[in-house]
């Protein structure tokens, strides 16, 4: 099979010359006239190498490098800067920025040939060398989201998580990205938890699986928690999405089951990773009112997430009252049938927080316990049978 050559230039002559060049010799060329557009195509494509223009309208080839290089599914391939630029200076900027190799313009098509060998040849080495370790793979993401504030989506993010780790003994964490809504670190101990505000406050090229691991709070069980701010001001940061995509990205190779809590409500960041999450649950509350909400939102959630065979409705009890529905009444108005029924624990929710832990592990003999471990086995099954 030819391998593959993605060259990412705003001159179209360029693209039209040294794409004949390459196809001459065997490759197989795709193009791509901007930064952006070279982005999406690097990650669609997988290219075997990528010859990449540094003077680019809106970013340039620093710019994007550093972006490929960010990415997991580019970070490794061959990047050639291709360039009129020739100062010292420039060079070494693109070294930095993440390129292999840097090429001056205007060069002979034997020069630029013997680069590309040259790139192609290492990089089939180094494949060679590391095809014998088990491939990575990112976690199963789940994401829990209600349609209004207030129906405990941190509750049971963070229970899932716990009974998730207690049924595979695997690692798991649970995300509270929820930037300057934050309620988890209090509970457990963390007076002012500001993490995901650092992550998202630096550069895209910058959040490396090192940083965010440095970031996660861990508890005596195992199970690891990224703490949303507490302060209102932080949530202004709700316009960072794409670096919040890259930060679920980076956390889904850390470990088995990543979490998420994705709040209330379809915020255009959220919306951003509703494509990423292998399986939605949506919280309802058993009256009139959350069911109707929650049925919109389960509509919406199917519509952004192409299908809606891996979106599930939780009911969940948040006071005990004889005026509630029933399931069977909301499975009809819902169109849905719950995978299951949380009850309210208030008592066991307050000793959890006091005790700087979960429910499910405050009170390891109480139905809430049992209750999110079959939540938990739920989820495995519907893993199973996805694979």
């Known amino acids: 099979m030819a391998e ?6 705003d001159d179209v002559d360029t693209l039209k010359l040294v794409g004949m060049m390459l196809q001459k010799q065997g ?3 795709i193009a791509s006239s901007n930064g952006e557009q070279g982005l999406k195509q690097a990650e669609a494509e997988n290219p075997d190498l990528i010859l990449l223009d540094v003077m680019l309208p809106e970013m340039d080839g620093y710019e994007v490098a550093k972006r490929l290089r960010a990415n997991e599914m580019t970070a490794n391939t061959p990047i050639l800067m291709f360039t009129a630029k020739t100062q010292l200076d420039d060079k070494v900027t693109g070294f930095e920025a993440g390129a292999d190799d840097y090429l001056t313009k205007p060069t002979h098509p034997t020069e630029l040939n013997a680069h590309v060998k040259a790139l192609l040849a290492r990089s089939s080495k180094d494949k060679i060398s590391t095809s014998e370790l088990p491939a990575e793979r990112p976690s199963t993401i789940i994401g829990i989201i209600s349609p209004r504030g207030g129906q405990g989506v941190t509750t049971v993010a963070v229970n899932l998580g716990d009974a998730l780790r207690l049924s595979t003994k695997r690692d ?24 995901l505000t650092e992550l998202l406050s630096t550069d895209l090229a910058d959040i490396s699986r090192e940083i965010i691991q440095d970031k996660l709070f861990s508890l005596p069980s195992g199970l690891r928690l990224l703490f949303g701010s507490i302060q209102s001001k932080d949530g202004l940061i709700e316009n960072a999405s794409e670096l919040m995509e890259a930060l679920v990205n980076r956390m889904s190779f850390l470990t088995s089951y990543l979490v998420l809590d994705l709040g209330a409500g379809l915020r255009p960041m959220i919306q951003k990773l509703i494509p990423a999450c292998d399986f939605l649950l949506v919280l309802v509350e058993p009256v009139m009112n959350s069911v109707v909400y929650s049925k919109a939102l389960l509509s919406d959630l199917a519509e952004l997430a192409g299908n809606q065979q891996n979106i599930h409705a939780i009911v969940v009890n948040r006071i005990r009252s004889d005026t509630q529905l029933t399931m069977s009444q909301m499975e009809e108005i819902l169109g849905h049938t719950p995978l299951i029924a949380i009850t309210p624990a208030p008592e066991i929710v307050f000793t959890a927080a006091r005790m700087k832990t979960t429910a499910i592990a405050a009170s390891p003999d109480s139905l809430t316990k049992q209750q999110f471990t079959k939540l938990a086995e739920s989820i495995l099954s519907l893993e199973k049978h996805k694979n």
């Open 27 to 29: 490759y197989k060329i």
């Open 4 to 9: 593959k050559i993605l060259i990412i230039d």
């Open 172 to 195: 798991v964490i649970v995300a509270e990205l929820r930037p300057g809504m934050g309620t988890l670190g209090p509970d457990l101990g963390e007076a002012n938890p500001c993490a």
